[in-house]
């Protein structure tokens, strides 16, 4: 489903990903973990071309990616993304943000929109949501919103990076509640977060990273367990 091949990617003289192997199969549940600044919200950009990246190959369902360029259209449809900030737009309604990109993007009708949303609404489990505005939402139901947003496009690859990190504490578990259901669903996520808890419950696999590099790979049990570079240990040992 995603395959990144040696990709490199510098912002100015910093090379932010050094020449990253990465791939993930359809239905695959990804964790990214790793100290701040080590790359991983890059890493993430660069699967829906949000960030071009300068070399090397990603492939994103069989459509490579132009180096240097945005992503074309069918590769940006594809694969939805939740960010720290919910990125709501303010000045419309919680159904209003949900049926904007399907009307325009996948010409949906106002109808056949609102059947989406709601239903999406449902899913994340707040339908009666839906003709607040964000602002009058909890962080975790704006949240909400927003993986809810995406899904109405449909998308066959969701990205999430750390979703929770903006909420208070006790609305972490609603939104990783959410997403633990929609792991439930077969969808392909590649999540970057530190919700350690959550990883083990869904992950597939664990990838760590530092200084634009994955350092290591494994299925949760293994990575907890018996982590085998000194980076991830030192990692897991500050944040667990
Ligand atoms: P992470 O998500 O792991 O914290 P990022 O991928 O956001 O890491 O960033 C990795 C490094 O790249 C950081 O040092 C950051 O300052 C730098 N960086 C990220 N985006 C830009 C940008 N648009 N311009 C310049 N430097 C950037
Ligand atoms: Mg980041």
């Known amino acids: 489903m995603i395959r990144f091949e040696g990709v490199s990617k510098r912002f100015g003289d910093f090379e932010v990903?050094?020449?990253?192997?990465?791939?993930?199969?359809?239905?695959?549940?990804?964790?990214?973990?790793?100290?701040?600044?080590?790359?991983?919200?890059?890493?993430?950009?660069?699967i829906n071309?949000?960030?071009?990246?300068?070399?090397?190959?990603?492939?994103?369902?069989?459509?490579?990616?132009?180096?240097?360029k945005a992503a074309p259209a069918r590769v940006r449809n594809g694969v939805g993304m939740v960010f720290q900030q919910f990125n709501?737009?303010?000045?419309?309604?919680?159904?209003?943000?949900?049926?904007?990109?399907?009307?325009?993007?996948?010409?949906?009708?106002?109808?056949?929109?609102?059947?989406?949303?709601?239903?999406y609404l449902e899913r994340v489990r707040i339908p009666e949501q839906a003709?607040?505005?964000?602002?009058?939402?909890?962080?975790?139901?704006?949240?909400?919103?927003?993986?809810a947003r995406s899904l109405c496009m449909e998308p066959r690859i969701m990205l999430f990076d750390e979703p929770t990190s903006a909420l208070d504490p006790e609305m972490i578990s609603e939104v990783?509640?959410?997403?633990?259901?929609?792991?439930?669903?077969?969808?392909?996520?590649?999540?970057?977060?530190?919700?350690?808890?959550?990883?083990?419950k869904v992950a597939d696999r664990m990838v760590f990273m530092d200084h634009g590099q994955i350092v290591e790979t494994a299925p949760p049990e293994a990575f907890f367990t018996a982590p085998r570079s000194q980076r991830c240990r030192d990692f897991l040992n500050k944040i667990l």
């Open 17 to 46: 990903l050094k020449s990253i192997d990465f791939e993930a199969r359809q239905g695959e549940r990804i964790v990214v973990c790793g100290p701040s600044g080590s790359g991983k919200s890059t890493l993430i950009r660069c």
């Open 49 to 68: 071309g949000l960030e071009p990246h300068d070399a090397g190959t990603i492939t994103v369902e069989g459509v490579t990616l132009g180096r240097g």
């Open 88 to 119: 709501l737009f303010p000045h419309l309604t919680v159904l209003q943000n949900l049926t904007l990109g399907p009307i325009r993007a996948r010409k949906l009708t106002q109808a056949q929109a609102r059947e989406t949303a709601m239903r």
């Open 131 to 147: 003709d607040k505005y964000p602002r009058q939402l909890s962080g975790g139901q704006q949240q909400r919103v927003a993986i």
């Open 176 to 200: 990783l509640d959410v997403m633990v259901e929609l792991a439930g669903t077969g969808m392909t996520m590649i999540v970057v977060t530190h919700e350690m808890g959550f990883a083990r």
